[in-house]
């Protein structure tokens, strides 16, 4: 994994585009079990305002979809 000049992390290849690749790699580099990731999406691209900053919401969105409470 990379860090692009400001600082956000990002993949570097395209072969760790993967869900599941994700979720090994940063389970590998935890020791307690409660920090374990369970699932991964990979956006092809954040969706972002006229300003540039990233709409969370909108990602979280579809994922909330058909839940009794938020997460």
Same mark, same amino acid.
Request: hydrophobic residues 35%; contains cysteine; glycine residues 12%.
């Given at each position: 994994? $990379?860090?692009? /000049? +400001?600082?956000?992390?990002?993949i570097e290849s395209r072969r760790w585009?993967?869900?599941? !690749? ?6 590998? $580099?935890?020791? /307690? +079990? ?13 969706? !972002? ?10 990602? +979280? ?11």
């Amino acid at each position: 994994m $990379g860090r692009d /000049a +400001r600082g956000r992390g990002g993949i570097e290849s395209r072969r760790w585009c993967d869900g599941g !690749r994700i979720v090994r790699l940063v389970n590998a $580099g935890v020791a /307690a +079990r409660y920090q374990r990731v369970t699932a991964a999406i990979v956006l092809p691209e954040f969706p !972002r305002n006229a300003a540039g900053k990233t709409l969370k919401r909108k990602m +979280r969105d579809p994922y909330r979809a058909g839940r009794a409470t938020k997460l």
